[in-house]
């Protein structure tokens, strides 16, 4: 198994890569900002292609390069039909003044919708690279977020692509359009704390962390087990 990641644009969204083996097929997690480039590094470096690319949710700092990677490499792009029109209008998930900023930052470049999109359901198995994800909408974050396991294997714990919905330390905010800070609890009890302690969780931003770790450590986590 190699899973090898990157922080992209100036929020600093991972940009995760993931395949059984190097010089293999890989599917790519949120290409945001301006992770073309660095993406093409990762993929040279360890022979790798991508047979997909999967979205954890609809914001632009996750989803910037998803048409461009789709459209280089000639994959569909993954993400739930609830956040689907995020990736043609960025400033729709956003408050006015982040709104503006985008703006200000990109003008008001086109956003194209990816050429080939997979609408996600929950509890639907992909297989992409010879990985058998699960898609677990998780809305809260943002309606259409949704998490990615990759199950245990002999040489592995249980891998959870957790986007915006779980951090080390923190979880998603829910004060952006579309955001609902019941529904991301709800989310967080369905979706991760059901999961072994060894988990491996790899999120949206930031460090990798486990369920166990974040289960005993993360207040946010505490709300919702009453400890
Ligand atoms: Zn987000
Ligand atoms: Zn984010």
Redesign the pocket.
């Known amino acids: 198994m190699l899973i090898t990641a990157f922080p992209a644009g100036p ?1 600093a ?1 991972n940009c995760y890569v993931a395949a059984l083996d190097a010089g293999a097929e890989c599917v790519v997690v949120d290409p945001g900002q301006d992770a073309a480039e660095g993406l093409a590094e990762l993929l040279d470096k360890h022979g790798l292609t991508p047979a997909a690319v999967l979205l954890t949710h609809g ?1 632009f ?2 989803v910037w390069s998803a048409a461009e990677v789709g459209a280089t490499y000639g994959v569909p792009v993954c993400i739930h039909p609830d956040d689907r029109a995020l990736l043609t209008d960025p400033a729709k998930g956003l408050d006015p003044g982040l709104a503006a900023q985008l703006t200000a930052l990109f003008g008001d470049a086109e956003m194209t919708e990816p050429d080939d999109i997979v609408e996600l359901g929950d509890g639907q198995r992909l297989d992409f690279a010879g990985l058998p994800i699960t898609v677990h909408h998780a809305p809260g974050h943002t309606p259409g977020s949704v998490a990615y396991a990759l199950p245990a294997a002999q040489d592995r714990p249980e891998v959870l692509f957790t986007g ?1 919905l779980l951090f080390a330390g923190s979880i998603g905010r829910t004060d952006f359009p579309g955001g609902d800070h019941s529904a991301i609890l709800r989310s967080l009890d369905r979706v991760c704390l059901g999961r072994a302690d060894d988990t491996a969780v790899l999120p ?2 930031g460090p990798q962390t486990t369920i166990g770790r974040e289960r005993a450590t993360n207040p946010f986590l505490h709300e919702i087990t009453g400890r």
Do not use: K, P
């Open positions: 929020l969204a914001h700092d996750h915006d949206g931003h």
